[in-house]
């Protein structure tokens, strides 16, 4: 279907940024939403920040302000850039994808979602 390959991940110190990157692959697909989530040790997944094939973000409130998302529609890509890092935003983080993806076999289009391998990012004190 489609494969997510994040990268940028890495270790920073508090005040620092970091600029994350998830590429799309695969054949005959489109994108509808592009987000990235993280986990921290211990911790459930949680939502980070969205971006809509339009345009249109959306960010966690702890996140609002420091992180901006952005997208390459020809490239197929996200960006999540990162200032302003604290060490609470130290986490795996993770891209997911939701849209189309054409059925060669069946000859129809299906909906598909997924997700990175994920990145990590160390924030120090």
């Known amino acids: 279907q489609v494969l997510l390959v994040e990268s940028g991940g890495g270790y920073v110190q508090a005040g620092g940024s970091l600029r994350l990157s998830c590429a799309a692959s695969?054949?005959?697909?489109?994108?509808?939403?592009m987000g990235w989530y993280r986990q921290a040790p211990g911790k459930q997944r949680e939502w980070v920040a969205h971006?809509?094939?339009?345009?249109?973000?959306n960010y966690a409130d702890s996140v609002k302000g420091r992180f901006t998302i952005s997208r390459d529609n020809a490239k197929n890509t996200v960006y999540l850039q990162m200032n302003s890092l604290k060490p609470e935003d130290t986490a795996v983080y993770y891209c997911?994808?939701?849209?189309?993806?054409?059925?060669?076999?069946?000859?129809?289009?299906?909906?598909?979602?997924?997700w990175g391998q994920g990145t990590q990012v160390t924030v120090s004190s």
């Open positions: 997911n994808a939701d849209g189309q993806y054409y059925d060669q076999v069946n000859l129809r289009s299906r909906p598909f979602g997924s």
């Open positions: 695969g054949s005959r697909f489109t994108i509808n939403l």
């Open positions: 971006i809509i094939s339009g345009g249109s973000t």
